[in-house]
């Protein structure tokens, strides 16, 4: 692991769970029955019940445990390795790994502590030195300043954080940081206005570093959260990356070294994912910390798959670029597994070196293992097949200077962004620059990232002049999901024809089929069905959470009950909930047994997450579905303890209590609003709640207000308009609809909607003009069969 990367999901992603660093809250997304967010499976659907209804997440099933091995393997002292691995602990000793969390003293702590101040925009900041203890003096969870001191080191450079711990064993990253490179300190958010209320201070948990980050940056951790008391007792086997973070526990490796035979095969590891043959276990091993993903528990198993302890982050556009090139803080395995590097069977190792995390060659070097004169790689389990004999470091290729910084190979097929403030990483989907595509798409090149004062339409003429063979990479994959995501002409289809392809990697794949859902029809559902079936697990996970806006229920009860008994974790976890909200006759196969049991995994896995407001609410959606409802209001209250910033559960709470507490119900809302003013979930809640007393133009109003301040969500934008006909306004509502659908042509709910009103009003034009524009977007929509005046 690299320099300063805080490790966890998301979110697409619930912000407020994001790795690396946090993003601020964008509680509109809730609002959208989508499937799983990065930490778990989040819907609210409430806002279509004359009632409340609650979000829930994702379930597993105990099905597929693997056999317990007749003596559990256990991590022993990382010092054991050192007596027969002596070269690869010379190599990591020094290491990001190795000095990835450290204790503080004067050799590890690399900022100034010598009584300076730093004042950010809404703070104050002083860090000094007593008692032989780094100390900072800094506005604490109540906003005025305390004394807290440093408990450990966090990363080395080019940044370097520092924990402080808060009651109750919470370890929290300081929003300051020191720049290792300036000698200066420097604020992770400026000009954000960070300070005690806002959900990224430091004290908050969006920033608790025992979930968000520790696991990565020590070995063999565990959180240990105790959810009565509200604290952790976390624990690790040794602070760093150390040789157990990817092998495993050593215990039966040292056994196995004094015996000599036993299990020889293993050498005494629990049948580990890494391998010298096969890069997919490899980057597994790797992606545990290089990927923005999802706890699916509490630490993971290193015999495991992926997606048995974590569920990788799909490529969102809040994450990505639509040409899959990284755009949040996403880490390397998103981008890598895209790349015809990894389909070619290249794994992390045959760049970098795993013990010192250095590349293992100088500049180009690194790809001229294989993109070389000879045309043939020297890589063994490398794939060379399609290898071109071409002197790739050559200014006749690069058409620069020969051993500048622009002729690196890193220069055109990674570029790269800043984190964190001043930490450069580089995209890993080792891309081929296409100016002419990156100006159609507006997304960001490689040539335009140096050459900023060249315009685009010279960057492209100098290009085609240089590579006049050139043409996208792609095979067309940015340019439908461009198309997908806008609801340009031919979407639909375009989707279903970038998924006939066979050499498409499953990151993609699985990115079509989330937006195939936006365009039901035969074909789509015939297309999710055998994606169900697909080899890898993220496509069959991204297929179950499509597959509900394409089929009937009977339909769904047909083809998900298989899923449930996926050998991953993640695909069952997803099969679940989507099942769990079907009528009951969609699971009339199963047996109460059986669905109970799947229920119980599913509530088991958010028992081991509940340091985080969304498992709790989980619960609650669990026990809403399962007729606990004692027990609803507890793990709404719960969650709001653990992060009264999680404004989805202040909602679903408010929305329980309206029937039993009116007073208390709006007293939350009128109290959250005080404080957010500017967030449109409370105002979309707030009409919820005014529609279902009554009172019609108030609820106009607020809802008005939510769709004002997130016009790009669909859901607040369509209830208004719900509101507005049900009212009496039915021109006003078709003017809502309207002006949606030229922002967000593919959002079907507003067409069906529009398409209702224009035959209420027999507008000839407009349902013509409707049906139109949806036979652009998708021909095959059932919508035009269903939906057209008889004859």
């Not at 790009?712 to 006909?725: D, F, S």
Request: hydrophobic letters at 35%; glycine letters at 6%.
């Amino acid at each position: 692991m690299s320099k300063n990367k805080r490790k966890n999901p998301q979110s697409t992603v619930s912000p407020s769970v994001s790795s690396g660093t946090p993003v601020k809250p964008a509680w509109r997304g809730w609002l959208l029955p989508t499937g799983l967010l990065l930490l778990l499976l989040v819907s609210l659907a409430w806002w279509a019940q004359p009632g409340w209804f609650m979000p829930v997440s994702s379930p597993q099933t105990p099905v597929h445990v693997a056999p317990a091995s007749p003596q559990p393997l256990e991590m022993v002292d990382e010092q054991a390795c050192q007596g027969c691995h002596a070269e690869p602990v010379k190599q990591w000793q020094g290491s990001h790994h190795h000095l990835a969390m450290q204790e503080p003293n004067a050799q590890t702590v690399l900022g100034d502590f010598n009584d300076v101040t730093f004042s950010s925009d809404k703070e104050t900041t002083r860090f000094f030195r007593k008692d032989d203890a780094f100390w900072v003096n800094t506005p604490g969870p109540d906003g005025q300043p305390a004394d807290f001191k440093v408990a450990y080191t966090f990363g080395l450079e080019p940044l370097q954080q520092y924990l402080l711990e808060l009651p109750g064993g919470h370890l929290q990253p300081l929003g300051v940081a020191w720049d290792t490179q300036k000698q200066a300190w420097f604020h992770l958010y400026p000009g954000q206005g960070i300070d005690a209320s806002d959900p990224l201070h430091w004290t908050k948990t969006a920033q608790n570093a025992n979930y968000m980050c520790i696991e990565c940056h020590t070995t063999g951790f565990k959180r240990n959260f105790d959810a009565k008391n509200n604290s952790f007792a976390s624990h690790w086997q040794a602070l760093g990356v150390g040789c157990q973070s990817c092998h495993g526990p050593a215990s039966g490796h040292l056994a196995w070294a004094e015996k000599g035979e036993q299990n020889a095969s293993a050498k005494g590891f629990e049948q580990p994912l890494l391998s010298k043959t096969d890069n997919r276990g490899q980057v597994q091993v790797c992606a545990r910390c290089h990927a923005l993903r999802s706890p699916l528990g509490d630490g993971y198993q290193h015999s495991a798959a992926l997606l048995d302890d974590y569920l990788p982050s799909d490529l969102t556009s809040t994450q990505y670029e639509v040409d899959g090139r990284i755009k949040g803080e996403v880490f390397e395995y998103g981008s890598f597994t895209q790349s015809k590097m990894f389909a070619k069977g290249v794994a992390c190792t045959n760049c970098h070196n795993p013990h010192s995390t250095k590349l293992k060659l100088e500049g180009n070097a690194v790809c001229t293992q294989c993109h070389n004169p000879a045309g043939k790689t020297a890589v063994p389990g490398v794939d060379g097949a399609g290898l071109q004999a071409r002197d790739y470091d050559s200014p006749a290729h690069t058409h620069h200077p020969a051993g500048s910084a622009a002729a690196q190979c890193t220069a055109c097929h990674m570029p790269g962004k800043f984190y964190m403030g001043n930490d450069f990483r580089h995209d890993h989907s080792f891309s081929v620059p296409n100016p002419a595509q990156s100006a159609a798409l507006g997304t960001p090149d490689a040539c335009q990232g140096c050459h900023r004062e060249t315009k685009s339409a010279r960057l492209i003429e100098q290009f085609n002049a240089w590579y006049p063979a050139a043409k996208p990479h792609d095979g067309g994959y940015a340019v439908a999901l461009d198309a997908a995501r806008r609801g340009s002409s031919g979407a639909a289809r375009g989707l279903l024809t970038q998924l006939q392809r066979t050499d498409l990697p499953a990151l993609r794949r699985a990115a079509l089929l989330t937006e195939l859902a936006s365009y039901p029809s035969a074909p789509a559902l015939k297309q999710i069905s055998s994606a169900l079936k697909d080899p890898d697990p993220q496509v069959r996970e991204a297929a179950v959470r499509a597959l509900p806006g394409m089929a009937a229920p009977q339909q769904i009860g047909q083809l998900l009950p298989a899923l449930l008994r996926d050998p991953v974790l993640a695909v069952r976890l997803a099969a679940t909930w989507e099942l769990a909200q079907q009528p009951p006759e969609a699971r009339q196969n199963l047996t109460p047994a059986f669905w109970q049991q799947v229920l119980d995994e599913y509530e088991q896995v958010q028992l081991q997450l509940l340091e985080r407001g969304e498992a709790n609410m989980n619960l609650a959606s669990l026990y809403q579905i399962s007729g606990r409802n004692a027990q609803i209001e507890a793990s709404l209250r719960a969650a709001l303890q653990r992060d009264p910033d999680f404004l989805p559960a202040l909602v679903s709470l408010s929305q329980l209590l309206e029937q039993n507490n009116p007073q208390e119900a709006r007293q939350l809302l009128a109290d959250a609003l005080q404080r957010n003013p500017d967030e449109a979930l409370l105002y979309h809640a707030e009409g919820l709640a005014l529609v279902r007393s009554g009172d019609y133009p108030a609820a106009i109003k607020a809802f008005a207000k939510a769709a004002e301040l997130a016009p790009e969500n669909p859901q607040y934008g369509y209830v208004l308009a719900i509101a507005l006909h049900d009212s009496g306004q039915r021109e006003a509502a078709i003017a809502q609809l309207q002006a949606m659908l030229k922002r967000q042509p593919q959002n079907r709910n507003a067409s069906m909607a529009l398409l209702n009103y224009a035959q209420e009003t027999r507008d000839a034009a407009l349902i013509q003009q409707v049906v139109g524009d949806i036979w652009e977007i998708n021909p095959d929509d059932p919508m035009l069969q269903s939906r057209l005046p008889k004859r």
